[in-house]
């Protein structure tokens, strides 16, 4: 889904010598969380409620004389309207940000926040989850891969990708689960790769957390090269399997991918496929392989 929902026709925006105090009144009376500052129509940083508390408050700085300017974030990544949700989460856990401004002609016109795409189920819960768990950490004890939070989130992100691969396990029939997640891997990265990067994004984005930097780092399609006959080949060769038996796998896979994400995102995905695939990415019950 595109970013547009989120522009506003109405949008808070300071200049750079606004003083604290009414940035502050203006967070308050606006119900929001953070401002843009901007000069001669141009975004030149952002100001949190937290920026106001730590930066100003904190150090004991005068509310009415210093400006947002000496306390904003600088440097502030954008995106457009055209640009898609996962777009904003990949930036937002590569920058360790959970707001990002909309701008459209060089102009500010909206803000997406983590907020949003929470309420808006833009993605699997855990990886929404990773980027809070980063911005608590900035403001406490340090992060580590023992602590709780992450314990938890580490634990829901395997359990979540270990249902999808005995799903497949038992679908399909095969022995193990190394020949499943092969079977799972051959079968996304093709999906992947067939689809435009923007699609493509937004399908990952919906799959467990667990596959998705592979699937992230994967060329931008779409390889119009890829068909079912070549991923039946590739299953084949990997797996060692007869064709036929390839065939009910590249089904069974693709029927478990439809049913892990949504309903209208499987739609956009098979609209760009060509026709020989797209009823292999048709949720519908598929007998196991023999």
């Not at 064709?243 to 995102?265: D, H, M, N, R």
């Amino acid at each position: 889904m595109s970013l547009r929902w989120y522009v506003r026709p109405r949008i808070v925006a300071l200049k750079s010598d606004t003083s604290v105090l009414d940035a502050a009144r203006a967070i308050e009376h606006n119900n929001i969380g953070a401002v843009v500052v901007q000069d001669r129509g141009t975004v030149v940083g952002i100001v949190t409620d937290r920026d106001l508390a730590i930066r100003a408050l904190g150090r004991g700085l005068d509310a009415r004389k210093t400006t947002v300017g000496e306390v904003m974030t600088a440097g502030v990544v954008s995106l457009a309207p055209t640009d898609t949700q996962a777009s904003a989460i990949r930036l937002m856990q590569k920058r360790n940000i959970r707001r990002i401004p909309l701008i459209e002609r060089g102009r500010f016109v909206g803000m997406v926040t983590l907020d949003d795409l929470l309420l808006d189920e833009a993605a699997p819960i855990d990886r929404l989850a990773a980027i809070v768990e980063a911005q608590i950490g900035e403001g406490g004890p340090a992060s580590t891969d023992r602590s709780p939070a992450r314990r938890r989130s580490a634990a829901r992100a395997e359990a979540t990708y270990r249902r999808l691969v005995n799903q497949l396990r038992a679908d399909t029939g095969l022995d193990n689960d190394g020949a499943a997640e092969t079977a799972l891997g051959i079968v996304l990265d093709s999906l992947v790769r067939r689809l435009t990067p923007g699609e493509a994004e937004d399908l990952i984005a919906q799959l467990p957390s667990l596959l998705q930097p592979a699937l992230y780092a994967l060329p931008l399609g779409p390889d119009k090269l890829i068909t079912r006959e070549t991923i039946e080949q590739e299953l084949v060769q990997q797996l060692g399997v007869e064709p036929s038996q390839a065939a009910k796998l590249l089904a069974a896979t693709g029927a478990l991918i439809a049913q892990t994400v949504s309903a209208g995102q499987m739609e956009d995905v098979r609209s760009q496929l060509p026709e020989s695939l797209r009823d292999v990415f048709l949720e519908a019950p598929v007998a196991a392989a023999s």
